[in-house]
């Protein structure tokens, strides 16, 4: 059966919502409904005729006996706690396909969120007790990695932004977490014991009501004995504090109050209130379960380390991002704004923190499998024989341009420059031509302007024929994967420094052809241009000045090869005779005459040699593929 939907599932430890995404659609996730409601109470309530409901559902039907709230925490091997998170899932998932609003099966694909502080042992054990559930594929992912992506596919986060270092803070029911995303990767942050629940707020609104009631002593009695009233009575605790932190400003006033309602029976009544200077008692009392710390000391001390530990890494992210319900207590805002000063750091709380992880994990697993499939498509174009092909066919003409334009830039500034030097008397002897220019030809090699030809012909070369047909194979998965063109492309226009670090097409050719120019120029050019005309009897009568004439006669007949040497070695023609024989138009001549037949055999000996010219193929498609890599990475995070 073939996947068609991921169904985001955010079992909080106070609320949990579900979310669907399509795979084949690029379309917002939507929310999925249990119980008329895109929210519930993360409930699970048990009756002799009904079975099990969740939700409301559990709270208001007459005749729950055994009622569970509340109940999200590290897996563990208790047996109460294990059947409870059992029978929710399955459940949730039984009233979503009898609903039709998922399919169900093996069709849909379950990603649910857990705490990023879980260990990978964690997460793993966390998975294996809810597909017990009897969901058919399931998947655990931290809770800040889908804040992340409903932010990114919300367009909340702009492409640098998503590319640097961006602070997820989820404040949830049960822990506070501290999430950086550097580069796309998670990476918790440990401030310690991770207690920081907002549903402590909960209990100490709890505590102090009942501490205040008339009847507490009768209250105990019934909560000890019947659990799902004290549940009842927590909930109620829990719409107040929500209604106080909805509504700050309207309960700055003594005399007003949020609150909440719980009917034991027709006599007894549970009503927790709370306003401004309640809440802050609440905040600033220490709490046991905080080491003796208050609830608003600790989230301050935990943003702090989390400060800390950045710093000492040399980060500072570009935005923090505020999930979890809890978030839209305006005091967490605060305390974030002060330790995390713009505008350096951007905080951002999410406008619908109760919705925001549903959404995201069902984007997750869309973007997953997405991804997956991208991947998979481009390796199967890397694993072909497309790129060899390719290289192969255009390599050719990427000699022609480099050997055309390097010899006419060797020619120009190697061979004229050293016979200029010559004609003017700098250079003494022909050998000491022949090392000039060499040297010369060194440091032409390794000099800017070399560099810079070379970029801009392979940049060139790329451009005319690599291009158009790598577009041919990338565009229809771009097509596919419903993401632009260019983000497989390299444009025109695209400084050749950005292509060429990452082709290393330059210096893949420059030391096979350096060699073969210089060979060329020195061994069959200018110098036996300059020799040819020395022997033919143009300088008969400075070689008879070193040698005599009888030695020359001798030489010339004896040892044509040694006078050669010997012209080249000592020969120094006087400077007044140097312009008659080595005139600018002669220079220009030989010039002329040696780009063609240097061209030639460069083509020639690297035709012929083709072990050299195997590298060179592997060089260059190798280098297009590294290319290319970094280009998929770039586009994978567009995928929606």
Known sequence: MEILETIGFDLGHGETAV????????????????????????????????????????????????????????????????????????????????????????????????????????????????????????????????????????????????????LIVDIGSSTTDFTLVKSLSEIPIDFGSNELGASLIDKAIFERTLANHEQKELLERVFAQYSHHKARCELACRKAKEDYFSNEQLYSSPQSFARGFESINEQIYFIPQVNQSIMEEILNHPLAELGKKSWIQSF??????????????????????????????????????KTFPEPETQVRPDPEPERCIALGL?????????????????????????????????????????????????????????????????????????????????????????????????????????????????????????????????EEGIAPAAVNPELQLGDAILAEIVSFIINVVIGGGTLASLLTLILTGHLTWPIALVYGASALAAGMELNRQGVKDAIKTNLDVPSWMRSNLLSNSKIDSICKEINPELEKVLKEQLAANQETFDQLMEKVELGLKDALNAKIQEAIILIQ
């Open 19 to 166: 979310a669907k995404a399509v795979i084949e659609s690029i379309e917002p996730p939507e929310m999925l409904e249990v119980n008329n409601k895109k929210n519930q109470i993360t409930a699970l309530g048990w009756h002799p005729e009904l079975g099990y409901l969740v939700g409301e559902q559990a709270l208001i039907q007459v005749g729950v006996t055994q009622l569970q709230i509340a109940f999200k925490q590290k897996p563990n091997q208790d047996a109460s706690y294990r059947e409870t998170l059992r029978s929710f899932l399955k459940t949730y998932y039984s009233l979503l396909k009898e609903s039709r609003q998922i399919q169900g099966e093996k069709n849909s694909y379950f990603y649910v969120g857990c705490p990023s502080g879980w260990s990978l042992e964690d997460r793993e054990e966390y998975q294996k007790l809810l597909q017990e559930a009897g969901i058919p594929l399931l998947n655990v992912i931290p809770e800040s990695r889908a804040a992340f992506m409903q932010a990114k596919e919300a367009g909340k986060l702009e492409y640098n932004k998503l590319t640097s270092s961006v």
């Open 362 to 490: 069902a984007r997750v697993g869309r973007w997953d499998l997405r991804a997956a499939a991208f991947k998979q498509e481009m390796n199967h174009l890397f694993d072909s024989n497309f790129f060899r092909n390719l290289i192969e066919k255009n390599l050719p003409n990427l000699i022609e341009l480099l050997t055309n334009s390097l010899s006419d830039e060797l020619i120009k500034s190697i061979v004229k420059t050293g016979l200029k030097d010559w004609q003017n008397n700098k250079i003494r002897t022909l050998s000491d031509l022949e090392g000039s220019m060499k040297q010369r030809a060194e440091q032409w090699v390794k000099s800017n302007e070399t560099q810079a030809l070379i970029n801009s012909q392979c940049l060139a070369w790329f451009n005319s024929k690599i291009q158009p047909e790598l577009a041919d194979k990338t565009d229809p998965i771009c097509r596919k994967f419903q993401i632009p063109r260019s983000s497989l492309r390299f």
């Open 300 to 337: 301050r001390e935990a943003v702090t380390v989390a400060k800390e530990k950045l710093d000492q890494q040399g980060i500072a992210p570009k935005v923090l991002l505020m999930t979890g319900g809890a978030s839209r207590m305006k005091f967490t805002r605060l305390i974030c704004e």
